[in-house]
């Protein structure tokens, strides 16, 4: 699609663009209540970030375009936030078009609920690699607690580790990740980017709600094991009285055998 005119590159993926929402499922407007904190924290932050780095750009759920060797179409994903390096205003009115951008995206940020399958993940990590070759991709699970951040080496994802804070290092974004208070916070040239108090608050909650949810999971697996472990010992109790009636009837039986005819 690159060697179209700008505008007809534009109209095609603006088309595209209209094409996307209208075929969008009603699930992907449902979202998970920790999804949405894990946002707001997100948001937050990297405001905070742009006053002192203008260059350093997110976005919030905005479709990303971009050509697809061999297809008329462009590639489309949808990531939850996105962030580019750029000391311009970015134009993006409906959808990401990367040919018609200044700059490609730099750093994926996906959070993913149990409770709400919006998107396939699985499906995005091929197309950040393969295809738009971002060079960073941050992954958080909230139900598990798991969070990744992937550096694109060569043409593959490589999975980063921790520097001596135990936090994930962007160095173009002068940026660290971790996981604090069961979030993913944001540390920016070293100092914990803060939270409005509200937020705070809202975010509190939400953690309560989830160990509440993780404590009444515990307590159903526990009375699931009780009651295995009662059905065991009740199987095993009945097995040895079926073993203590057969010897019974043994000995009946060998008494019987052994006594002299009338």
């Known amino acids: 699609m690159s060697t179209y005119p700008r505008a007809i590159i534009a109209v095609n993926?603006?088309?595209?663009?209209?094409?996307?929402?209208?075929?969008?499922?009603?699930?992907?407007?449902m979202e998970a209540t920790d999804h949405s904190y894990q946002r707001k924290i997100t948001l937050e932050s990297f405001d905070l970030i742009h006053v002192h780095r203008p260059d350093i750009q997110l976005f919030n759920e905005l479709l990303v375009q971009y050509p697809k060797?061999?297809?008329?179409?462009?590639?489309?994903?949808?990531?939850?936030?996105?962030?580019?390096?750029?000391?311009k205003p970015i134009d993006a009115d409906g959808s990401y078009d990367v040919p018609l951008q200044p700059v490609a995206p730099f750093c994926m940020l996906e959070y993913v609920s149990k409770n709400s399958r919006r998107k396939d993940y699985d499906d995005n990590f091929d197309k950040y690699e393969k295809e738009l070759k971002v060079p960073y991709y941050l992954l958080f699970y909230p139900d598990?607690?798991?969070?990744?951040?992937?550096?694109?080496?060569?043409?593959?994802?490589?999975?980063?580790?921790?520097?001596?804070?135990?936090?994930?290092?962007?160095?173009?974004?002068?940026l660290e990740a971790e996981l604090l208070d069961g979030w993913v916070r944001y540390w920016f040239r070293g100092e914990l980017l803060p939270l409005p108090a509200e937020l705070l608050r809202e975010v509190e909650a939400a953690r309560r709600r989830l160990e509440q949810e993780k404590q009444r999971a515990e307590q159903e697996?526990?009375?699931?094991?009780?009651?295995?472990?009662?059905?065991?010992?009740a199987q095993q109790k009945r097995q040895a009285m079926e073993r203590e009636l057969e010897q019974l009837r043994a000995q009946l039986s060998q008494k019987r055998g052994n006594a002299p005819n009338s």
């Open 13 to 29: 993926y603006a088309e595209a663009a209209r094409e996307y929402l209208r075929r969008l499922p009603p699930e992907h407007f």
């Open 69 to 87: 060797v061999g297809q008329k179409k462009p590639g489309q994903v949808v990531p939850d936030n996105m962030v580019v390096i750029c000391d």
């Open 221 to 233: 697996k526990q009375r699931a094991d009780s009651l295995q472990q009662a059905l065991e010992e």
């Open 144 to 174: 598990t607690q798991d969070l990744t951040l992937y550096h694109l080496v060569g043409d593959r994802y490589v999975s980063q580790t921790p520097n001596e804070h135990g936090r994930y290092a962007i160095p173009e974004l002068e």
